[in-house]
């Protein structure tokens, strides 16, 4: 797993100067460790694993929530991380986008919170999802569709949707965070997890574990085919109308052919458009059950904090976990391509398979991708754009689309006018030799290993970045000391490792490739993707 959590956040050259150690205050150890040899005693893995040791707790509670506390007193506020371990890959067949709407319907509020009148709502609901039902069925056939019936039904259903919303108190469960302190409230979605997240006075503790506990166990899909149509924009917005967004989304389609991940993460436009409230019920009560759950707090919170928390979060009811995902995307032994004709700039994308985040060589995947992408120093930069002056941007980052299962080893590249996207992908192929051929010069395996320790202990900086390490390597390893394992993992990178792992990945039969060429509209509407 990479020490920046983003699939495609180059690791940023981080100096431990003043500004950093103020960051970390209250973790000296850490940044003591950062600028001194790990043969250190004071400064070993071991001496910084155990000072966390000391302040985090972890319990598995009976109905198979794992609750993370870590102390950090040093202000009287708290951040939380809910990582639920299902994301779009794991939508149903059919009904891809259906992750990413909790999402959007996180914020809705929960039987308590959001209604005037929940059990007379709950009524109105069931009426919503029986009227949509009706005019999907009709929707749906390909053969004698009753336009007139159509349109009656679909006045039936937008009825049925403006009475239930005479029960909703809009914003309610935002205003009530918001009022009692909160920042930063947000979710995200990826293919791989779905997270939740915002940050608190400590004295506001109780309410928080009420608030999130309650949204867990009782959510309700209130104004679900409102948020529905704001994601149907998010799509039109990130995909339909972004060439790089549809160019992504050919390529995954083209890159992987059994594996989920060749799903836009925002779900297919068709399958987007019809799913329901019904489906996604189904979805959480597979899906959001406590054994698949992780919640880290970090901040002025303490063990004997841990009770009242159980109180909350174990009331949650318990359910199976849910199987582990079977498909496995078989080798690929050809190379593949998408060419798109299209009216917008040029752009080069290439991606090569290689293993999920348990793979032994996954830092040495961080390192290949630090010495082509970190910065001004990095080869692709100096290459692409400072030497030859071809290319605006040129990167390569790994774990792409996820890596909670086998992903993409990315590299990405926008050419300067003139220049065409074959030109990008030569230039990038004679890099790609050159690390397979030559080994890395010293410096710069040097500078990965300290660019690669500084960002895993940045982002222990503050409790928002503290919690979502802990969260996520607790649910991905079963242990969050796991976080810390990756400097001697960084440290143990060699020359070596970088040429072998070049010459087993970066192979012309693994090998997808896209690229957008310019095109008139009409030659563009006429030619499309190829």
């Not at 759950?293 to 919170?301: H, K, P, R, S």
């Not at 080798?331 to 004709?341: F, H, L």
């Not at 982002?459 to 503290?466: F, K």
Request: with cysteine; glycine share 6%.
């Amino acid at each position: 797993m990479r020490y920046l959590p983003a699939a495609r956040q180059t690791v940023r050259a981080l100096m431990l100067g003043s500004c950093l150690l103020i960051a970390l205050e209250g973790l000296a150890p850490a940044a003591a460790f950062a600028q001194a040899p790990a043969t250190s005693s004071d400064t070993s893995p071991a001496r910084f694993l155990s000072n966390f040791e000391k302040r985090v707790t972890v319990k598995v509670l009976p109905n198979g929530l794992t609750l993370m506390i870590c102390e950090r007193p040093e202000a009287p506020v708290f951040s939380y991380f809910t990582i639920v371990d299902a994301g779009d890959a794991n939508d149903p067949g059919g009904e891809s986008g259906l992750a990413h709407m909790f999402e959007h319907l996180a914020f809705k509020g929960t039987t308590d919170i959001g209604t005037t009148d929940y059990a007379a709502e709950k009524i109105a609901l069931d009426k919503v999802e029986a009227a949509y039902a009706a005019y999907d069925t009709e929707y749906r056939k390909r053969v004698g569709q009753d336009p007139a019936k159509l349109k009656q039904l679909h006045d039936a259903f937008l009825a049925a949707q403006k009475d239930a919303q005479q029960y909703v108190i809009p914003n309610e469960f935002t205003e009530i965070a918001e009022a009692n302190g909160a920042s930063g409230l947000n979710a995200s979605t990826s293919l791989d997890s779905t997270q939740y997240f915002w940050s608190m006075p400590q004295n506001r503790l109780q309410l928080w574990a009420y608030m999130e506990s309650d949204r867990i166990a009782n959510p309700v899909p209130r104004e679900f085919y409102k948020e529905r149509d704001v994601v149907m924009e998010e799509r039109r917005m990130r995909v339909d109308s972004n060439p790089i967004g549809r160019m992504v989304e050919q390529f995954l389609a083209a890159a992987y052919v059994a594996h989920p991940y060749h799903r836009p993460n925002v779900g297919w436009a068709s399958e987007l458009s019809q799913i329901t409230a019904t489906e996604a019920e189904a979805f959480h009560k597979k899906y959001y059950v406590p054994a698949n759950i992780t919640v880290a707090v970090v901040g002025d919170v303490k063990p004997s904090d841990m009770p009242m928390l159980e109180k909350y979060f174990g009331a949650i009811p318990a359910g199976p976990k849910p199987e582990e995902m079977t498909t496995v995307e078989p080798p690929q032994t050809a190379e593949k391509s998408v060419i798109i004709k299209d009216p917008s700039q040029p752009l080069y994308l290439e991606g090569y398979h290689r293993p999920d985040y348990r793979d032994p060589d996954d830092a040495v995947y961080d390192a290949i991708q630090d010495i082509f992408s970190n910065g001004r120093t990095s080869r692709l930069y100096r290459s692409l754009v400072r030497d030859q002056q071809i290319a605006a941007e040129a990167e390569g980052f790994s774990g792409f689309p996820g890596d909670k299962y086998p992903g993409l080893f990315a590299f990405f590249a926008v050419p300067n006018q003139g220049h065409s996207p074959q030109e990008m992908r030569t230039a990038i192929h004679k890099e790609i030799e050159k690390l397979k051929t030559t080994d890395v010069s010293d410096e710069e395996l040097a500078m990965f290993k300290t660019r690669a320790r500084a960002s895993l202990l940045q982002g222990l900086g503050d409790n928002e970045g503290l919690a979502e390490q802990l969260a996520t390597y607790q649910l991905r390893y079963g242990d969050w000391r796991e976080l810390f394992n990756q400097l001697q993992k960084i440290d143990a990178v060699s020359k070596a490792d970088i040429r072998r792992v070049a010459n087993k990945v970066f192979l012309d039969t693994n090998r997808t490739y896209a690229m957008v060429e310019t095109a008139a509209p009409q030659q563009a509407a006429n030619g499309g993707a190829q």
